[in-house]
């Protein structure tokens, strides 16, 4: 018996993990990561670095973010408290899914994971206080490689579940360029 659930997203080689969980009354049990049974279900990353970011409040915006070229990151992310609403879009030239979007919930009682390949812009909205948000990467974060598209542009028309004028955003999520801007730039490989 698979000890994990993988679900296809529409979006071209992102997948949701549902691992398996023991529950009873004392509470649960799960292997958050195994290499082993990922590798057996036809995911082999080799992952090199564990974040770890904490939101306070509900309404907290962080997005959309990437990592250009040789630093491009391929992620394993899941909410452990609260509950997010996560979003990427497909930044990958010639993929069948460029420039589509797709969200998800994650959340601490779904237990969902959602496997990001490299050359997706990522964000998260959390919808309740107190997000713990955990992400595995397959590459070093490098800050000459960091970038952005904006959360609220136009062309991707992201249905944000809240007013966008109340998110909680950091000054840098404020100032990303378009995607527009971004296809002209051209200077990502993934």
């Given at each position: 018996?698979?000890?994990?659930?993988?679900i296809e997203?529409?979006?071209q080689?992102?997948?949701i993990?549902?691992?398996?969980?023991?529950?009873?009354?004392?509470?649960?049990?799960?292997?958050?990561?195994s290499?082993?049974?990922?590798?057996?279900?036809?995911?082999?990353?080799?992952?090199?670095?564990?974040?770890?970011s904490?939101?306070?409040?509900?309404?907290?915006?962080?997005?959309?973010?990437?990592?250009?070229?040789?630093?491009?990151?391929?992620?394993?992310?899941?909410?452990?408290?609260?509950?997010?609403?996560?979003?990427?879009?497909?930044?990958?030239?010639?993929?069948?899914?460029?420039s589509?979007?797709?969200?998800?919930?994650?959340?601490?009682?779904?237990?969902?994971?959602l496997?990001?390949?490299?050359?997706?812009a990522?964000?998260?909205?959390?919808?309740?206080?107190?997000?713990?948000?955990?992400?595995?990467?397959?590459n070093y974060?490098?800050?000459?490689a960091?970038?952005g598209?904006?959360f609220?542009?136009?062309?991707?028309?992201?249905?944000?579940p809240?007013?966008?004028?109340?998110?909680?955003?950091?000054?840098?999520?404020?100032?990303?360029?378009?995607?527009?801007?971004?296809?002209?730039?051209?200077?990502?490989?993934?």
């Open positions: 018996m698979s000890k994990l659930n993988i997203s529409k979006l080689d992102v997948k993990i549902e691992p398996v969980i023991y529950s009873d009354h004392r509470g649960f049990f799960t292997e958050s990561y290499k082993k049974d990922y590798e057996e279900q036809g995911i082999d990353y080799n992952f090199i670095q564990d974040n770890h904490l939101s306070a409040d509900a309404g907290v915006l962080r997005g959309l973010h990437f990592q250009k070229g040789e630093f491009a990151q391929t992620k394993l992310i899941r909410a452990v408290t609260g509950a997010v609403l996560d979003v990427i879009v497909d930044l990958r030239k010639g993929s069948p899914t460029y589509m979007w797709e969200s998800y919930i994650l959340s601490e009682s779904n237990k969902r994971q496997l990001v390949p490299k050359g997706f990522h964000g998260f909205l959390t919808l309740t206080s107190n997000v713990n948000f955990l992400y595995k990467c397959d974060f490098n800050s000459e960091d970038a598209i904006a609220d542009d136009p062309h991707l028309a992201i249905d944000w809240i007013d966008i004028e109340k998110a909680i955003l950091s000054e840098k999520d404020k100032k990303h360029p378009s995607f527009k801007e971004f296809e002209k730039k051209n200077d990502f490989i993934f």
